[in-house]
């Protein structure tokens, strides 16, 4: 939880909500005693098991003696854990160890299993698909995800992450800077640098425009896209910054956001940004975009062509009277991933109403 991503922001807002309703605990491996990045959560129990494994520099799991004999640890603290809180459900938002484990221990309450990566990106081995079907429930935040998952036999929800943009005042579209703005964990996978060469066909016509990436770095991957930048002499219009907590008022002073993803299950940032009134140019690619914008209320472009997409930017700042009413229609289809909608979903899960 002390990390910036897309999964523990929606965690946090929902947690935030549903601690009204429900005794909850939060049980995390090696969070240890670092601050929750998106602010502490009142009212639930949080427990840490104190793992700390061993990681590569890129947060990858090291095989070593050390991680297998932390592993076997974590089952056992774990089990302890469950057998004395004895919850009515037990939900697995993200992780190896308890997605193998929490078939296999006991005093579970009834099981749930969360799929925030695509399936179309990673799709599950024989073995994974067993261990999968011992869930009880299986909340999908997309219909397309939970389609492509027919090897799962019984009780298939879709619950999409709300939009949460805490109180922020839309500022209308006219009075936002001339920026476009990208958001992630700067990976392979957020395709930043299809970004570089789309603005690198069109960034000599808009000298007065700039773009900006916002994100925690995989550094291997930041200075590739940083050589790039230097490569295509961008360096006084595109810019690599780091994570930052008021994104939110970013992305709100922005007219356009850019997302280059090569997959996503559901981009909470997207949906942001549309919940702000900004203007989203996405590659289509599977399996998130489509399933929260369309052409009335956005530009899905072809995915992977870098021309296309530049040809978009290129129309979204050049007629900005229909870039507006996009951005308007984007504003007006977020509200059907209001909080509190979203919350009612997991309510009606929980009571078994859906």
């Known amino acids: 939880m002390y990390k910036s991503g897309g999964i523990e922001k929606a965690l946090t807002s929902r947690l935030k909500e549903l601690s009204s309703f429900y005794e909850i605990y939060l049980i995390t491996l090696e969070n240890g005693n670092r601050d929750f990045y998106f602010g502490r959560i009142e009212n639930i129990i949080h427990l840490d098991l104190d793992l700390n494994f061993n990681r590569k520099s890129n947060g990858g799991f090291k095989l070593n003696f050390g991680n297998i004999s932390k592993s076997l ?9 469950l057998i004395k809180i004895r919850p009515d459900f037990t939900i697995n938002v993200v992780g190896v160890h308890s997605f193998y484990f929490l078939s296999y221990i006991g005093f579970t309450g009834k099981t749930i299993l969360e799929y925030h990566s695509s ?35 019984k009780n298939k ?46 960034y000599k016509e808009f000298p007065d425009w700039i773009v900006e990436v916002y994100g925690e770095p995989d550094l291997v991957v930041l200075n590739k896209i940083q050589k790039m930048i230097y490569y295509y002499r ?29 997959f996503e299950s559901f981009s909470i940032v997207v949906l942001e940004a549309i919940s702000l009134g900004t203007l989203v140019i996405a590659f289509d690619c599977p399996t ?30 050049l007629n900005e009277s229909n870039s507006e009413i996009l951005a308007n229609n984007g504003y007006k289809k977020s509200q059907v991933f209001s909080l509190d909608k979203i919350i009612e979903k997991w309510k009606n899960l929980f009571s078994n109403k859906i």
């Open 73 to 81: 640890s974590s089952y056992l603290k774990l089990q302890k854990v």
């Open 119 to 153: 399936l179309y990106e990673n799709p599950p081995s024989n073995f994974k698909k067993y261990i999968t079907n011992k869930f009880d429930y299986h909340v999908f935040l997309n219909k397309e995800e939970c389609n492509i998952a027919s090897f799962i036999n």
């Open 157 to 202: 929800y879709i619950i999409p992450n709300p939009a949460q943009i805490n109180n922020i005042e839309k500022k209308p579209y006219s009075n936002k800077s001339k920026r476009i703005i990208a958001a992630g964990r700067i990976v392979d996978v957020k395709g930043f640098d299809r970004l570089v060469k789309a603005w690198e066909i069109i």
């Open 234 to 262: 961008l360096e006084n219009s595109f810019f690599i910054k780091g994570a930052d907590t008021s994104i939110l008022d970013i992305i709100n002073d922005s007219k356009i956001y850019a997302m280059t993803s090569h």
């Open 288 to 317: 998130g975009p489509r399933n929260i914008i369309d052409k009335e209320s956005g530009y899905l472009i072809e995915n992977d062509d870098i021309e296309l997409y530049a040809q978009a930017l290129k129309e979204a700042i």
